[in-house]
């Protein structure tokens, strides 16, 4: 039986890994920051309690393991930590663990265009650990999803007042994949030794369309506003003048993004306007 270490386990896409890696009987072991965690999980072989950013508390984290599964980064800033300190360093240090015991390889989610936005803060981080595993002498994977379905509530939480608002025309395209469906890519592409995988959902959608079906599940007519390009130049320079990069950093990423086509190889089943209507639902079974 392989032995597998997911690092992020209690992320979105974290869970979804453990659970698939479940079902296919691998040995599962999870790092967490804390005992609290366990909760998370059910039918877990083993935990291990650790910080990624505090290399002491990891040592022997990944022993006696074949393969290491990393989301780890940061996407909503909550502990004041950086891009650098926990997209690079933090698995900097997983991945000399890995090493040290003699782990077989090693997968590390990353994000679609990464490589060629290495301007942004996120990706400047994310990009220098991509070059480091990838010369580090183990095998390795580089997963590079489109955009998650969790990131497109950003249109549904505006939908929901009756109006979206897109900079520029609204036709930039995306396909963004389901994280049950990408956890089944991640495992699919380890074990045929992908090197770099480009993934995203079965529906490639523009903008305008991912807003009227967000509109479409709140039972809103379609009112979508499209606000002129410079906006979305002034309020990145704005940020970046006025504030950290943790603060910016995330509005740079997504308005950057929201900026060009983000097309990928298409996977699984699971579709946007399952996921968007489901949502509704959720939300208003629970108000």
């Not at 997983?94 to 996120?122: C, P, Q, W």
């Not at 497109?152 to 469906?181: C, E, H, S, T, W």
């Not at 079906?213 to 906006?231: F, K, Q, R, T």
């Not at 130049?233 to 970046?240: C, D, G, M, N, Q």
């Amino acid at each position: 039986m392989k032995r597998v270490l997911v690092a992020g386990a209690s992320g979105y896409l974290g869970k979804y890994l453990v659970r698939e890696l479940q079902k296919r009987d691998f040995h599962v072991r999870v790092l967490i920051r804390d005992v609290d965690q366990k909760i998370l999980f059910t039918d877990i072989d083993d935990y291990f309690i650790g910080n990624v950013t505090q290399p002491e508390t990891i040592q022997n984290v990944t022993q006696d393991i074949d393969y290491v599964f990393s989301t780890i980064g940061i996407t909503r800033q909550k502990d004041g930590l950086t891009y650098m300190e926990v997209d690079y360093m933090g698995n900097h240090n997983l991945l000399n663990e890995a090493i040290k015991s003699g782990t077989s390889h090693f997968l590390y989610v990353s994000a679609i265009n990464g490589d060629n936005m290495r301007n942004l803060k996120i990706f400047e981080a994310k990009e220098k650990f991509v070059d480091e595993l990838i010369n580090s002498g183990l095998g390795y994977t580089i997963m590079r999803p489109n955009g998650f379905f969790s990131d497109m509530r950003d249109f549904l939480n505006m939908a929901k007042g009756g109006k979206v608002f897109l900079f520029g025309d609204g036709n930039y395209q995306l396909n963004p994949i389901d994280g049950k469906d990408l956890a089944k890519v991640c495992v699919d592409s380890l074990l045929a030794g992908e090197k770099e995988v480009i993934a995203g959902g079965p529906d490639l959608l523009s903008q305008n369309q991912i807003a009227e079906l967000a509109l479409e599940a709140w039972s809103n007519d379609p009112n979508i506003i499209h606000l002129p390009n410079w906006m979305r130049k002034f309020t990145i320079w704005l940020l970046r003048t006025t504030t950290s990069s943790k603060t910016y950093g995330p509005v740079e990423f997504f308005l950057t993004a929201m900026s060009i086509d983000n097309i990928a190889a298409p996977f699984g089943t699971r579709r946007l306007a399952d996921f968007f209507n489901n949502e509704v639902k959720s939300q208003t079974k629970n108000e």
